[in-house]
């Protein structure tokens, strides 16, 4: 697709309950990243997957916190019992090796 | 941990002002990127720079990166409220990390 494509756009999920997100990155792109923006605060690092090679999980904030990537392209983001301070936008971003970020609007996910 | 520090984090000025953005860091970076977001939206990639000293000019913004390859400053002339968006700096090494961005309010 012409840019990186997150579903869905709004999610509001009860305190406990699992939630997915998705990212359609730029197709070509081989590294895909997640970052999480909390109101007032940069963006956090949680995840970053480079072509064949394992995984960068440093940035996960708990054991509740994964993500997949499948065939090098969509990346779901999955949060397990889902708690209040889990509500932030979760954003997505591809890239080509060496080059800028292309991010996609962002899932804000609200847990009540 | 590497962090970058942006200044100041809130700024509002007049239409046709002048103004310097701030993000600075203990780490050195091979190369630094400026992003503008706008509500509801990612942020956009306006300029990498990747040489210390090194100047990029996009229209009317001015991007610095600093000698050491520590910090950086965006310059922007003529402020329109067109401009209006936060501001995030981001140092890249083997990852990209973010400072807390510079919300910039232009009023006409």
């Known amino acids: 697709g012409a840019g990186v494509s997150q579903s869905p756009s709004n999610k509001v999920t009860e305190k406990g309950k699992d939630v997915e997100l998705r990212c359609d990155p730029i197709s070509g792109h081989t590294a895909l990243y997640w970052y999480r923006q909390s109101l007032g605060q940069g963006l956090e690092f949680l995840i970053y997957f480079q072509g064949n090679s394992a995984p960068d999980k440093s940035g996960l904030p708990s054991d509740r916190f994964s993500a997949e990537r499948t065939g090098g392209s969509v990346s779901t983001l999955t949060i397990q019992r889902t708690q209040q301070e889990d509500s932030a936008v979760y954003l997505c971003?591809?890239?080509?090796?060496?080059?800028?970020?292309?991010f996609g609007s962002g899932t804000r996910l609200t847990v009540v | 941990t590497q962090l970058l520090e942006q200044s100041p984090q809130f700024l509002s000025i007049q239409e046709g002002e002048n103004l310097t953005v701030y993000c600075n860091s203990s780490?050195?970076?091979?190369?630094l990127q400026w992003y503008r977001q706008e509500p509801g939206e990612g942020p956009v990639l306006l300029v990498t720079v990747v040489t210390g000293g090194e100047v990029k000019k996009l229209k009317r913004l001015t991007f610095q990166f600093g000698d050491a390859r520590k910090d950086s400053s965006l310059h922007i002339t003529a402020a329109q409220p067109g401009d209006t968006g936060l501001y995030l700096c981001?140092?890249?090494?083997?990852?990209?990390?973010f400072g807390k961005g510079t919300r910039l309010h232009i009023l006409p």
């Open positions: 780490s050195v970076f091979s190369s």
């Open positions: 971003a591809s890239s080509l090796m060496g080059s800028g970020y292309t």
């Open positions: 981001a140092g890249a090494d083997d990852k990209i990390i």
